[in-house]
DNA sequence: CTTTGTGAAATTATTCACAGCA
DNA sequence: TGCTGTGAATAATTTCACAAAG
């Protein structure tokens, strides 16, 4: 099998679908005592995230080939796997800019550190925050982002601020160092160099939920396609 | 234009990925002061976001047609009538199950409201919580659910207990009538009805973060093609 | 018989290119 | 000129179908 695929370490593009269902596969793995069943075939996998096998194995297929015909995928083994290709298997640093009710939630979020998160830094503006202690942590002031972050080795940046001070907090973490941002404003982030931003937005998410709601629901009145007035 | 065009009521499908963006554009919409510039165009309005003229074009356009060749759309009656098929023209009444960390957040969080989302009923299963108040309503437990539910009118679910619980919980709140939920928590929810779901998944975007980190930083050593062992 | 890995086909989404209106 | 709306072209993604392996 292996004697043609002399292409070592030219990897291929990984599409940005695939990307975003690596963390499903790894959830469901996480999810799966290795004792009893110590594999799991494409089929089983896709079932428990709500996708078709083959979609399964074509996106695992991107990173190289670590099933075996007739029996499946070694949990264990490719749990790891995909640890070491999302990244989760190292130890990332992350600060949190925003203690509001965002930040505490995110503060106090157990799941964070199992996946390898750890908050090692909180900013605030409030004059009447900075000092105070939550989670273990005392709120920095945000004149002291730079210092901070590079001293605690920060890689990932969490905005948790009102969306009129995000694009400038998102400057300075990136001024700062940090590597990539988990962005909580609801608003876009423009940062020329390539530091990579996931947004996670609740009120976009209701809305594609309402969107929905609507689409099943009743497809009628909804939309009068054709010229209006 | 309308000539020959007379297919009616026949809407077409819309695709996935125009869905999602809607709330761009309605985020950005809400942004812009009516009065200094009354209309915007595809193209502003993509750069706004982050996208091509042609795409919002192409996306707008499987509403209808509502904008004016040379001039643009107008930015009220645009926003207007992305309220309108979005749904957040109306009022949705919400339920919140799970009044911990994530909970407590969204209780507190003002644009829910801003954007016709209303909280009228919190739950939770904690003999300790249930009757005390947060953010003006009390705490009901698990057990009076449906009762209050339809009572209450409510047509949205969000599920923010530990995911243990989430699968029932889901259940639960469909049965009492709910018509879509929004889930928090960290893992598939099965529904067999048509009741759409939308996903939050922290843990989830801070892996596809670490990912693209990873990706962008340092493309070599992250994974070796071929078989292994 | 089961299940992987993968080209080829089908489907879906984006971009191009341009006619037509203001 | 500036801009929309839209078919046609291109690109990306998913699904099919099957050879090879346990």
Request: proline share 6%.
């Given at each position: 099998m292996g004697l043609h695929s002399v292409h070592m370490p030219g990897r291929?593009?990984?599409?940005?679908?695939?990307?975003?269902?690596?963390?499903?596969?790894?959830?469901?793995?996480?999810?799966?005592?290795?004792?009893?069943?110590?594999?799991?075939?494409?089929?089983?996998?896709g079932a428990a995230v709500g996708l078709t096998d083959t979609q399964v194995r074509?996106?695992?297929?991107?990173?190289?080939?670590?099933?075996?015909?007739?029996?499946?995928?070694?949990?264990?083994?490719?749990r790891e796997r995909l640890r070491e290709i999302v990244g989760t298997h190292r130890q990332w640093r992350?600060?949190?800019?925003?203690?509001?009710?965002?930040?505490r939630a995110l503060l106090?979020?157990?799941?964070?550190?199992?996946?390898?998160?750890?908050?090692v830094a909180i900013f605030d503006q409030a004059p009447g925050l900075v000092g105070t202690r939550t989670g273990g942590l005392t709120v920095q002031p945000l004149t002291k982002l730079r210092e901070v972050i590079q001293r605690e080795g920060v890689?990932?940046?969490?905005?948790?601020?009102?969306?009129?001070?995000?694009?400038?907090?998102?400057n300075a973490l990136v001024a700062?160092?940090?590597r990539g941002l988990l962005n909580f404003a609801p608003r876009?982030?423009?940062?020329?160099?390539?530091?990579?931003?996931?947004?996670?937005?609740?009120?976009g998410a209701?809305?594609?939920?309402?969107?929905?709601v609507g689409e099943t629901n009743s497809n009628r009145l909804l939309v009068r396609k054709g010229k209006r007035s």
């Open positions: 291929t593009r990984i599409p940005k679908p695939t990307a975003q269902r690596l963390s499903l596969y790894l959830r469901e793995l996480n999810g799966r005592s290795t004792d009893k069943r110590p594999t799991v075939s494409s089929k089983q996998l074509k996106d695992l297929a991107c990173f190289g080939q670590f099933g075996r015909p007739g029996v499946g995928y070694d949990v264990a083994s490719l992350a600060a949190v800019v925003g203690i509001g009710n965002i930040g106090s979020y157990r799941r964070f550190r199992e996946e390898g998160f750890e908050i890689s990932i940046g969490v905005i948790a601020v009102p969306p009129e001070a995000a694009q400038e907090v998102a700062a160092g940090v876009r982030l423009d940062l020329k160099t390539g530091v990579p931003t996931v947004d996670v937005d609740f009120t209701l809305e594609k939920l309402a969107f929905e």
